[in-house]
């Protein structure tokens, strides 16, 4: 109810996410009206979202063959010559509702800051929180940049990017040590779905995918 996309005030919403990586959730969110920040760290995802985001003007401009490099698993030789077309929807075409903006950065640096507490209505984060080496740090920060009743949005896998990295630190906790250290912190769960089956950008002919089974909840500050 509080983030109504009917609603004509929601573009004084803000909503932010973090490992926007090539802001199509960013995009998409702002499309529905609201103001929409992301966050990327990676210098190649933010070339590429610029590109997309900035440079193309009309919906499949442009075409490659992802899978050109695949010679396993396939049944076809021309499998690994299967082509796709981008972008499938246009910012020009399909300009945005609300406010959108991107931020270049880590998000413990940009995000961590006092600046930044109480400022956001909502977070969302999408295959995100397995990025963190200390995935407590994450939930703690988003806890303190959202407004006291503030909703959290996640959907992911805990895939823990750095635990087999040498010379990081890392820690692993289970989805159900990350779930009791997400109520300690002060957050109600609203809505929790431990078996949300998600693919990872795959070639759909191949003889191997890969699939997760990821989380997905809403929750609320307290």
């Known amino acids: 109810e509080h983030f109504d996309i009917n609603n004509m005030e929601a573009n004084k919403h803000k909503v932010l996410v973090p490992g926007a990586g090539l802001a199509r959730l960013v995009y998409e969110i702002s499309l529905r009206g609201f103001y929409c920040e992301g966050n990327e760290f990676s210098l190649f995802m933010l070339i590429v979202s610029n590109f997309l985001l900035n440079r193309c003007l009309v919906d499949n401009n442009f075409e490659i063959f992802p899978y050109c490099h695949?010679?396993?698993?396939?049944?076809?030789?021309?499998?690994?010559?299967?082509?796709?077309?981008?972008?499938?929807?246009?910012?020009?075409?399909?300009?945005?509702?609300?406010?959108?903006?991107?931020i270049a950065g880590d998000f413990v640096q940009v995000y961590g800051s006092s600046s930044q507490y109480n400022e956001w209505d909502c977070v969302v984060t999408c295959f995100f929180i397995d990025c963190a080496n200390n995935i407590v740090d994450f939930i703690e920060i988003?806890?303190?940049?959202?407004?006291?009743?503030?909703?959290?949005?996640?959907?992911?896998?805990?895939?823990y990017h750095f635990s087999d990295c040498m010379n990081e630190l890392s820690i692993e906790p289970s989805y159900e040590d990350v779930h009791e250290?997400?109520?300690?912190?002060?957050?109600?769960?609203?809505?929790?779905?431990?078996?949300?089956?998600?693919?990872?950008?795959?070639?759909?002919?191949?003889?191997?995918?890969?699939?997760?089974?990821s989380v997905f909840f809403v929750v609320k500050k307290k």
């Not at 396993?72 to 945005?96: E, G, K, M, W, Y």
């Not at 988003?142 to 895939?159: T, V």
């Not at 912190?185 to 609203?190: A, D, K, Q, R, V």
Request: glycine share 6%; charged share 25%.
């Open 142 to 159: 988003i806890h303190k940049i959202l407004k006291e009743g503030g909703i959290w949005i996640n959907l992911g896998p805990l895939l």
């Open 70 to 102: 695949q010679l396993v698993n396939n049944r076809r030789p021309q499998d690994a010559l299967i082509s796709c077309t981008f972008p499938d929807v246009s910012t020009f075409q399909h300009p945005p509702k609300g406010e959108m903006n991107m």
């Open 181 to 213: 250290i997400i109520e300690k912190t002060g957050f109600e769960f609203l809505k929790e779905d431990k078996d949300v089956r998600t693919k990872y950008s795959q070639n759909n002919a191949s003889m191997a995918h890969l699939e997760y089974s």
